[in-house]
């Protein structure tokens, strides 16, 4: 559905600046109905990479299809497979109902409002705003613009939607409904999702797969599964009663992967990281050479945000 | 075609949507407009007087405001638009419209041509009582003219709408606009032939002459029409190819939807 070949970007200099290498060669490509996350640290060019898959920002070299559609060169007949929420709840008018909103982007994407009545309908009703149809935007809540500005992009009927920072600034609740609506809509309507987000609880929720990128190029391209079976460790989290005496302080800090906190002056978190299990046993040794009381071991889950700061880190040594 | 129209359609029912949910606002602007008519309207009495004067040029004088309203008014809904759109966050949408950005503007100006039209007659009519002077409306003759005379505002708009889009906030620059728009419409078009090259110049001329000589289209001669058309088209293609290289520009620098 979407094909990335040797894509770069660098930002000419202006005002003193420097010129600015923002996408440095990436090639990827997404399948039909696939929910991909693009993510990477601030600056690393995802932005540039979506806002030219939007054809808003000209590509120094390298080409974009879109269904097969160059949309470099044929960026209106493209742009008919493409609809995007890139402002969060500013890409729609607040002075418009979601009706209205739903009925003017229609328009504007080449469609008649009148025979997408009916899914003008759905998407309101789906996404939780039928009670809401006729009240200003600028009078909705930040959760049900957002929901707002997605419906609008998916009115369009496009078959690639993208999806800037989709979750940003909304609360749990609000948060959990894009999401669990983002995984319904790929699997009802095959429809291809990327998004990019901070969030990396959106991307373990969502996401059957991750592009990470880093200055400008791909560090990580796999199943979110399978990079976090690459990066499981087990962390353990110990808490001692009050405080370690200065040479069992001194042996734990010798050890790889032990880290060290005082809580209080009751009590001390000690987190471990095992490469093989006889550390913990090592660990457990030293503080039983003090008599120090343990309150409790509790294993860490892995989680999809420890991945990604190993990826980026590593991105950056590497680079 | 049915899409364009479909795309005419939506902004018509946008502007409408929007100018009577926000009529308080609506009126609020079209009773500012009056009253800075007012202002000038008894200034120019007042140098009249003091100059010893005479003359029909109320006449004119009614005319020009009005013109030089819906030029601003016109002027405004490009780049007024593009502004305010990058601000408000939606010009990206804009941009991704399956119309094509040239299209989108067209549809936007000619919607906003409608509403423009309510307010300039509201105030015509205004002026006109306020006055006491009679001018020739006819809207047979006057309807090309104005349309003829805008594809100037047009080109003005883009222009200017393209250089914000890069430069960004250089508001109390394009403010000035609006005074080279009363230039536009006070200069002598009708005798210096040079003048007539000047946005909106000549067709400004050729209104004054309808509404204050009392002449129809007819009168004014085929040539003259066509002239002025050609004209405004002219200004309408070189305001929007400055448009089109000032876009050119921010997308290239990533900053199209950045204001």
Known sequence: MIRVESLEKTYPSRKGHPAVKAVDGISFSVQEGELLGFLGPNGAGKTTTVKMLCGLIKPNSGQIFINGIDLVHRRIPALAEVSAVLEGNRNIYWRLTPRENLEFFAALRGQSPARLRADIDHYLERFNLGEKRDVEARKLSRGMQQKLAIAVALISQSKVVLLDEPTLGLDVQASYEIRQLLIEIVKEQGRTIILTTHDMNVVQDTCQRVIIVNEGRIVADDSVHNLLDLFRVRVYSIKIQGQLTPSQKGSLLAMEGVVMEEESPDRTSISVRLEDSQILYEVIGILESNHSIIESIDQDQNNFERVFLEIVKGGSQGA | MLKKLLLLQAFLKK?????????????????????????????????????GVGGDTVEGLVVGYVLWLFMLATYQDVSHTLRSEAQEGTLEQLYMSTHGLGWVMGAKVVAGFFTNLVLVVVLLLAALATTGVTLNVDFLSLLPLVVGTLLGSVGIGFAIGGITLVLKRIDSYTQMVQFLLIALVAVPAGRVLWMRLLPCSYGSALITRVMVGGESLVQLGLWNVAAMFFVGLIHLLLGFGVYKICERKAMLAGMLGHY
């Open chain 2, 15 to 51: 502007e409408f949507i929007v100018f009577r949910r926000y009529w308080v606002n609506s009126l609020g602007s079209m009773i500012t407009l009056y009253v800075i008519f007012l202002l000038v309207i008894g200034g120019f009495q007042g140098v009249r007087a003091w100059a």
